[in-house]
């Protein structure tokens, strides 16, 4: 089992960050990130063009779990 998780960050402050994955390895993080899809700038997919139509810019990030910082899914 991992210790990353992923975060869903969006620039408008009336959205809360997601968290959409955690228990990642490092690498499978930053196979995550890595991906065009996971980017308001580089994304092409319909999911991600219309999510950038309605919330504006968004990326996910990874950061590595640490017990002082409760997760909130």
């Not at 994955?21 to 319909?46: F, N, V």
């Not at 991600?48 to 409760?70: I, S």
């Amino acid at each position: 089992m991992g210790n990353y998780y992923i975060t869903r960050f969006f620039d408008r402050s009336d959205i809360p960050d997601q968290i959409l994955k955690t228990g990642l390895t490092l690498e499978e993080a930053r196979a995550h990130c890595k991906d065009p899809e996971t980017s308001a700038k580089t994304a092409t997919s319909i999911e991600a063009v219309l999510r950038t139509k309605n919330f504006g810019f968004w990326f996910d990030g990874y950061e590595q779990y640490r017990p002082e910082k409760e997760l909130k899914l």
